[in-house]
């Protein structure tokens, strides 16, 4: 099992713009078998008084199997709301969203709701956890809430993939944040998702148990192939990632592929320019 490194044939995250979509046509193939994700022309208006508050305008992208993006921008860039849209939570106002082989775009509150449970695994800032669970009864959450039988191997697969097997009787408030953290990511793990998404997932951390969150992220990805999207405003953070989006008033505004953390906080401080 490969501990460490990056597959260059997997790196790039395949951003792509909207004068290029071939690869991302309704029923394509070649985008079923590649992209965890596809947004296509997604806008997200908002309603604020009288006002419209656009949010995201026009954004096409894919993000590739089995890769770790990190999608950066300043406050109201529109980030969040990617991640929202990509991971079902939020609806665009106009545009698609394409899980795998599955579009988001007309199906109901309860199908989302399911799709998301199946097939999306969530990492939040605040962990999320139920404190009267168990650290197993907390990861295995969303498959007793699906009403399916618990696979005891892959419950103790995933515990030993995220260092945890030896405090799956704990409670929340016995672990360390650090540890807390890690329950989450086993907890996104557990039905084999298509997509895990990471809304600032070492925001609450310190900077060591932080790194060993990230350091986690990335060996989900290179040694379990699954594929990470992740919002976050620490370029030491996003330079774990094999790609990062920016994004700037709810448009597009760049990509960096395997980029160092300097490179990523030079590139932030001229976001916006003409």
């Known amino acids: 099992m490969r501990l460490s490194g990056r597959n260059p044939s997997r790196r790039r995250v395949a951003l792509v713009g909207a004068t290029a979509t071939?690869?991302?046509?309704?029923?394509?193939?070649?985008?079923?078998r590649s992209y965890a994700v596809r947004l296509e022309s997604v806008s997200k208006v908002y309603e604020s008084g009288k006002n419209e508050v656009r949010a995201l305008d026009g954004v096409t992208a894919g993000f590739?199997?089995?890769?770790?993006t990190a999608?950066?921008?300043?406050?109201?860039?529109?980030?969040?709301?990617?991640?929202?849209?990509?991971?079902?939570?939020?609806?665009?106002?106009?545009?698609?969203?394409?899980?795998?082989?599955?579009?988001?775009?007309?199906?109901?509150?309860?199908?989302?709701t399911e799709l998301r449970r199946d097939r999306i695994g969530f990492v939040f800032q605040a962990y999320n956890l139920l404190?009267?669970?168990?650290?197993?009864?907390?990861?295995?959450?969303?498959?007793?809430?699906?009403?399916?039988?618990?696979d005891h191997e892959r419950l103790a697969s995933v515990?030993?993939?995220?260092?945890?097997?030896?405090?799956?009787?704990?409670?929340?408030?016995?672990?360390?944040?650090?540890?807390?953290q890690r329950v989450a990511i086993?907890?996104?793990?557990?039905?084999?998702?298509?997509?895990?998404?990471?809304?600032?997932?070492t925001g609450?951390?310190?900077?060591?148990?932080?790194?060993?969150?990230?350091?986690?992220?990335?060996?989900?990805?290179?040694?379990?192939?699954?594929?990470?999207l992740m919002v976050t405003h620490d370029p030491v953070a996003a330079a774990r990632a094999d790609s990062v989006v920016f994004l700037a008033d709810g448009r597009l505004a760049g990509e960096m592929t395997e980029p160092s953390a300097e490179q990523i906080a030079e590139r932030m401080t001229h976001l916006g320019e003409p």
């Open 159 to 180: 515990l030993a993939a995220v260092g945890l097997a030896e405090h799956h009787d704990r409670r929340p408030s016995q672990l360390s944040g650090g540890q807390q």
């Open 64 to 68: 590739r199997r089995g890769t770790f």
């Open 22 to 32: 071939d690869s991302l046509s309704p029923g394509s193939t070649t985008a079923t």
């Open 131 to 150: 404190g009267a669970l168990t650290v197993a009864d907390n990861v295995t959450l969303p498959v007793r809430l699906a009403e399916k039988p618990i």
């Open 204 to 228: 609450a951390l310190d900077s060591r148990s932080g790194r060993q969150v990230l350091a986690l992220l990335r060996r989900i990805v290179d040694d379990l192939g699954q594929t990470v």
């Open 71 to 112: 999608v950066m921008g300043p406050s109201g860039s529109g980030k969040s709301t990617l991640l929202n849209c990509a991971a079902g939570l939020g609806r665009p106002t106009s545009g698609r969203v394409v899980l795998a082989d599955t579009e988001l775009s007309g199906r109901s509150e309860t199908e989302l």
């Open 186 to 201: 086993a907890r996104a793990l557990i039905n084999r998702p298509d997509l895990v998404c990471a809304d600032e997932p």
